[in-house]
């Protein structure tokens, strides 16, 4: 009996690990189809105005259309900032009869109707007049953020138990249909809170003010974060917009503030994705919400985007009183693809905080064609170099300070890939002084500085373009990461509601272990058999990139297993395919072994796809690099 146990046991771990590396087989099968998310309103990131940061909750139709009018009047609308997001505050209640959302008229009196349904119709009529957009916010759960975190705040739902929820879950179809069809929005930004903070043992459930719901998700934790689940939601609300948005002209906001692995699947459900928690008007919060981003430019794409939260510009360390802090803000969110919504009453702000807002060549970063959110090309907890190619082939650069006092840092050549003994032209964007350097310069840096730069030079690449510079052409369709963990570099600042209470602000985002662009998946630098790169792709075995190839005829790379991998037995074989043909393939490759040398031809190719794969189970992740990973002509 007990061998017979055994064996039955046997039998069973064996076919769970054949149905395992059958499943992954099946991920890494390449497909010839480019799989992030991909609609047409989002080809740039979205530009404009947000109600929450500017008046949390207490919102009006004189506030939403007055700051449309400033927005209009003080010409940044013509520069880009299009759309108006109405964030919680708006609704009264659910009408239990029909399920049908109900606006609160005596703060928004143009949703009033005769027969009480209310409409916001007129108000996003009189936006889209003004050449503008409309946003609405919702939750993926029955309740509000408001109602979880913060019920002291005006203008939450009224009524029954039934009446006060308010959120998409149950709803997803009927609501997703009124907002858009009947009413005219063209964005929807959708919360968590209603599956993150209301599970049986909350004192709101307990006191019957609402109905237990999960919780699904623990944003300290993975483990305790039901992430197929949650995913899965925010799916079902993407497959309802596509149903009432046929023509693909919308923006979903997932704002699940990087939790349940979020930072890795957003990019395939919708145009934007929250990579942390709120955004607070303090410089240390700031560099949090940086760093949730800052590591993750193969994630974001147009069409779909990293979202590190709204403007702060105007408030706390970011007013008129520190325009230095102000424009480091600014130029950052440019620099690494951000939507730019301003979160500020623009109806009171100053010339310097527009000028700012309104900078045309900051703003062009932000929106440039090609898509590619900037690089960490020098990355310490005191300097951080970050470098963006351009559509047009040229790059800029921002050189952040993240501290307190002055500090000095050092911009190379190797930094650009350009050419040290060239000439390097570099016009600041803020002042519009030239300068010119070859090889290195030196710069200093006032507290909290970030000097950013157009860069034209003489590439190092001579006939095309690196991978690790194209970061908004790759895909990491599957990026090999088994076990989601805890990215542990991002900026632990104080949570502001929280403050030092509890023990401490733990790594708390997933994302470790990613795809990178010019390092390891670890943060190492990239090196096999201890040839080092500096430019390439860092990826986990068992992964498949997506690259789209917008005319070039040759790929190469040198790959290899890398140094920084703990298995020194596991094999590793890469393969490039082109529109799902295969097109080349690497010798078996153990960690130590000197880098291969694959080329292949892909003129008339549109989508190449760069698979690394392993013959068996994997007991440590194995670090792959496709070093100087290049598409030529």
Not at 353 to 365: E, F, N, R
Request: hydrophobic residues 40%; contains cysteine; charged residues 25%.
């Amino acid at each position: 009996m007990i061998r017979t146990l055994r064996t039955g046991a046997a039998a069973l771990a064996i076919a769970l690990a054949c149905s395992t590396a059958a499943t992954a087989a099946d991920r890494l099968a390449p497909t010839g189809r480019w799989s992030a998310y991909d609609r047409p309103a989002a080809r740039t990131p979205p530009m404009g105005w947000n109600s929450w940061n500017a008046f949390t909750s207490d919102i009006d139709e004189d506030k939403v259309m007055g700051s449309a009018q400033a927005l209009v009047d003080t010409g940044l609308a013509a520069k880009g900032y299009r759309y108006v997001n109405i964030d919680d505050g708006w609704w009264l209640k659910r009408r239990t009869s029909d399920g049908r959302m109900l606006i609160r008229a005596a703060r928004f009196p143009s949703a009033a109707t005769a027969n009480g349904d209310t409409s916001f119709r007129p108000l996003t009529d009189r936006l889209h007049g003004m050449g503008l957009k409309a946003g609405i916010y919702s939750d993926i759960g029955r309740n509000s953020c408001g109602q979880v975190f913060t019920s002291t705040f005006p203008n939450q739902p009224e009524g029954s138990v039934a009446e006060r929820e308010v959120g998409l879950y149950g709803h997803v179809d009927q609501d997703i249909a009124l907002y858009f069809q009947e009413w005219g929005f063209d964005l929807i930004k959708v919360d968590g809170c209603g599956v993150r903070g209301l599970g049986p043992d909350d004192p709101k459930v307990k006191s019957g003010q609402y109905r237990a719901l999960g919780p699904l998700v623990d944003v300290d934790s993975l483990g305790r974060t039901d992430i197929a689940a949650v995913r899965g939601l925010y799916e079902e609300v993407g497959k309802a917009l596509d149903k009432h948005n046929p023509d693909g002209d919308f923006i979903y906001s997932l704002c699940l503030w990087g939790a349940a692995d979020v930072r890795a699947w957003g990019k395939d459900v919708g145009a934007i994705s929250r990579t942390s928690e709120d955004i607070s008007p303090t410089w240390s919060r700031m560099l949090h919400n940086l760093d949730s981003v800052s590591r993750r430019p193969l994630y974001a794409h147009p069409g779909t985007w990293n979202d590190p939260d709204m403007l702060y510009v105007g408030k706390g360390d970011f007013d008129a009183q520190h325009i230095e802090a102000a424009r480091s803000h600014f130029s950052l969110w440019a620099m690494v693809n951000a939507p730019l919504l301003i979160g500020y009453d623009l109806r009171t702000a100053s010339p310097e905080l527009l000028q700012i807002l309104g900078a045309k060549p900051v703003i062009a970063l932000n929106q440039d064609p090609g898509g590619n959110q900037a690089v960490l090309a020098f990355d310490s907890g005191d300097i951080a170099i970050f470098v963006k190619t351009l559509a047009s082939g040229d790059k800029a650069v921002a050189i952040l300070n993240r501290t307190s006092a002055p500090i000095q840092a050092i911009l190379t050549a190797q930094h650009l890939k350009f050419l040290a003994d060239a000439d390097i032209d570099l016009t600041n964007l803020w002042t519009q002084e030239a300068l010119k350097f070859r090889g290195e310069r030196k710069f200093q840096l006032e507290p909290r500085q970030t000097l950013l730069f157009a860069a034209h030079g003489q590439r190092r690449l001579t006939d095309g373009m690196f991978l690790s510079e194209l970061p908004g052409a790759v895909n990491p369709a599957v990026d090999g990461v088994v076990t989601p963990q805890a990215d542990p570099l991002i900026h632990r600042a104080l949570l502001p509601w929280r403050g030092s209470r509890g023990f401490g602000e733990p790594p708390r985002y997933g994302g470790w272990g990613g795809a990178q662009a010019d390092r390891t998946p670890y943060d190492q630098e990239l090196a096999v058999a201890g040839r080092r790169f500096d430019t390439g792709l860092g990826v986990l075995a068992n992964s498949r990139l997506e690259v789209r190839n917008p005319g070039f005829k040759r790929f190469s790379a040198d790959v290899g297993v890398d140094d920084s991998g703990e298995d020194a037995d596991q094999v590793v074989t890469f393969l490039v395919y082109g529109d799902g043909k295969l097109l080349a393939r690497s010798r078996p490759m153990k960690r130590g072994q000197p880098t291969q040398a694959l080329a292949a031809d892909i003129a008339g190719v549109g989508l190449v796809e760069l698979v690394a794969s392993t013959a068996r189970g994997q007991r440590h992740p194995v670090p792959v690099t496709w070093g100087e990973a290049a598409l030529k002509r």
